[in-house]
């Protein structure tokens, strides 16, 4: 079972890998388990079904990456980027980002539930048919982003700021309209009947 840790508390090491190149190299298959990969450069890196497990990822460059089907389950990532990066089908459960960046991340599918993007700065991410159940986007900045179908059931939304985002098709139960930004966001109408109940409104056919 893959349990959230602690935000700020990556797990140990036992193997460190340090300022090499894997610039355009398919990791499929590949397995890392407690690894610390710092100042590593994986873009245009592919993987399909690669395994990292409670690993560490130190100012590793993810740009412009594909991965499918591949797991990062309970990791850490600290200043890393993740220009154009996509992800598809991939499993991040437990996982926590710290300092990252994003633009034009592009997520298709997968589960991403527990992960924890406080603060992070997700303006214009794509995001489609994901699983972020109990995800930590407090305070996340996801202006004209993109949520269509994702569960978002158990999230923490607070003070995220979602202008101009499209969240269409996603579950907002756990969102307070209150305490987040919707300035021009789009939703749709089970959503509009969502958020109003929120607002302790009584929504009923005339």
Do not use: Y
């Amino acid at each position: 079972m893959v349990e959230r840790k602690p935000k700020g508390m990556p797990p140990q090491a036992d193997t460190t890998i340090r300022s090499v190149s894997w610039d355009g190299d398919d990791l499929s298959g590949q397995e890392h388990h407690r690894v610390e990969f710092v100042d590593v450069d994986m873009t245009e890196a592919t993987s399909s079904r690669a395994v990292f497990s409670e690993c560490t990822f130190r100012g590793v460059r993810f740009n412009v990456s594909a991965h499918t089907e591949s797991a990062f389950l309970n990791c850490t990532f600290v200043r890393s980027s993740f220009f154009d990066a996509t992800f598809t089908g991939c499993k991040l459960v437990g996982s926590t980002f710290d300092g990252c960046t994003f633009p034009l991340l592009k997520v298709e599918g997968g589960d991403w539930s527990f992960v924890s993007l406080f603060r992070a700065d997700l303006t214009g991410a794509h995001f489609d048919g994901v699983r972020l159940r109990e995800a930590d986007l407090t305070d996340a900045i996801c202006a004209r982003s993109t949520f269509h179908r994702v569960d978002l059931s158990g999230a923490a939304l607070r003070q995220t700021d979602f202008t101009d985002a499209d969240l269409r098709g996603s579950d907002l139960s756990s969102l307070d309209p209150r305490s987040a930004v919707l300035k021009g966001a789009k939703i749709d109408i089970t959503q509009a009947i969502t958020i109003a109940t929120a607002f302790g409104l009584d929504v009923s056919p005339s």
